[in-house]
Every structure is written in C-alpha cells, then in structure tokens.
C-alpha cells in the first residue's frame, strides 16, 4: 500500500481543522470509557470529597436528560465546532421556513459511522439513554445541547406550549452504521414507527433530513452475508449498539487512519409534513403516517441528488 504523507508545512486553518474532527472521533470512541475510567480511580483512591458529591449530584439530576436537558452556550460556542464543520465542509441547506408556532420531529438519515451532520448542524440531537448514564461523560453530552432519545424525553420537549422546539433524532441509530459504505444508500427505517406515534401524539409536524456525504467519510468490509457482518450483527442484537471497523486517514498521512476524509457534507432540511394531533393513534395512522413519510424522504433525496453527484439512477433502499 502506497501511503501519501501530509505536507509538512500545512496552514494553522486546517491543523485546526484536523484536530477538531480528531476530538469528534475521541468523544465517540474513547470519551465515555475515560470518563468512567477517571471516576473509578477517584473510588480506588478514595478521594470521597469528590465523588460523594458528584454522586450526590448525580442522584438529583438524574432525569434532567429527560426533561429538557441542559445546554451551555459556552460549550456550544467553542471554537473547536467552527474548525470541525470547516474540516468537510458541512453545509445547512435548508428549503423552507418553518412556522415557529408549531413544534417539530426532524428525522435525520443517513447515520453514517460516527453521525457528522447532525452535531454540525443542529449541535448534537437525541442520543441513546444509556449515554447519559456516564459519570462525567453527560454533562458534557447535555452541554453540547443533546438529551435522551427515550419516549419521555420527546413527549418532554414536543409538549412545550407556544412551539418553536425541534427535536432531531437519527433514525437508522447504530444499526443503520454496518450499511454505511461510500455510494450506497440503505437506510433502516420500515421497523422505525415510534417516532411516529409520538409525533401524532403531541400534534409534531415531521420533517425528513438527508445529509448528503454522510456515508462517504469512512470505509468497511463487512459486505452482506460475510462472517464479519454475522458476527456485528449478532453483537449488536446482544449489546444494543454496533460495532463497524471502519478506517480512513491518518493525522499525518493521507492513507490509513481514524481521521475522516474531507468529503463535503449538504444536510437538506424540507417542507414539513403537517400533523393533526391525535391522542391515541391507532395501528393504522401510524401506518399511513410511515408510509407518507418514507415518500416524503424519497422525495427528497430524487430531487435534490442531481446537485450533489448521485446518479440519476440511484435510489434509496428501505430496510
């Protein structure tokens, strides 16, 4: 394998650059396992006038990822996210304005490996419960504007009177990341009908999200029906979250490495699709409701592929 090493004499703006995308990839990977780390050596060594109080604290604040969260706007402004939407570059491409009266159910897709767009764009969205349950690890999550994906933490915020609350979910989660491949376009989404339920219960107005790019920052090998893809899937059914082996660029070299390629992303926000509430919606309203939905994604993705170098033959694949 030829390996292409980068320029020494590289400008600060994409060191900057690359070094924030490179703590995207630590939080995702590594951060919640050191925050856990440092909490258990706090108890190894007994320093209890730290612990005791975060603990305490923790007790009281355990279903505040439920409730609203609790973001700062001094995380949320950090240089770092300028830097790391830079990095692809990411764009926002949105195609109508919303009528701040209404609350809202985005549906971001694809998931990607690591999910980009959704945190450059919309600074992180709903993330799995069990995130928030890191010691540590969760005040930087709900810093960051992010909060449970339970059905108590979006019936929460899409009850809010007066409207203008989005709530953004990636719907395909970790199990949509084993299709995520350069070119394709597989999306989990007929099993997904919670999301649905809740947005008719709260009167939420749905709105399909496609981020361009998503898929084409990292590879895998772990075609349909390989010994790696049986054995991924069956972890992900054990654990609850997948695990891809995915690889890109170095830090120093442009050939292997953990570093995603700098593919540009367009994250494409349409017309709502209007919602009566309905308290108890039946079997069948979910049902038509889904189906609306999957159309007004295709929808979507056929008119707005030309722009971005997809085939005119290319289609979604509902699994």
Not at 32 to 38: D, E, F, K, N, T
């Amino acid at each position: 394998m030829k390996i292409e090493f980068a320029p020494l004499n590289i400008p600060l703006a994409p060191r900057l650059q690359t070094a924030a995308v490179l703590q995207w990839v630590v939080t995702f990977l590594l951060l919640a396992q050191v925050c856990v780390g440092i909490f258990v050596i706090l108890i190894i060594y007994n320093y209890w006038f730290l612990y005791i109080p975060y603990l305490t604290w923790l007790y009281f604040d355990w279903r505040t990822p439920e409730q609203g969260g609790r973001r700062s706007n001094w995380i949320r402004n950090w240089p770092v996210w300028k830097y790391f939407k830079d990095y692809f570059p990411i764009h926002l491409m949105k195609t109508w304005d919303l009528d701040p009266s209404h609350n809202y159910l985005f549906g971001f897709h694809p998931h990607g490996i690591l999910v980009a767009g959704a945190p450059a764009n919309f600074f992180f969205a709903f993330l799995i419960p069990r995130w928030f349950r890191c010691p540590l690890f969760q005040e930087y999550l709900m810093g960051n504007g992010a909060v449970s994906v339970s059905k108590e933490s979006l019936s929460y915020v899409l009850s809010q009177e007066g409207g203008g609350n989005i709530s953004v979910i990636v719907l395909g989660g970790v199990k949509e990341s084993l299709d995520a491949h350069p070119g394709k376009l597989t999306l989990v989404i007929r099993p997904r009908k919670g999301f649905i339920k809740i947005a008719l219960t709260h009167g939420a107005h749905l709105v399909p999200v496609f981020s361009f790019g998503e898929n084409d920052l990292f590879k895998q090998i772990n075609p349909e029906g390989s010994w790696l893809r049986t054995v991924q899937e069956k972890l992900q059914k054990i654990m609850g979250f997948a695990l891809p082996l995915f690889h890109a660029r170095g830090i120093f070299q442009y050939s292997f490495g953990l570093i995603p390629y700098r593919k540009p992303i367009h994250t494409v926000v349409v017309c709502p699709i209007p919602v009566q509430q309905t308290l108890h919606p039946t079997p069948e309203q979910i049902e038509e409701l889904h189906q609306t939905y999957m159309e007004e994604l295709r929808t979507l993705f056929d008119e707005h592929k030309g722009k971005y170098g997809i085939p005119e033959h290319e289609t979604l694949i509902f699994k």
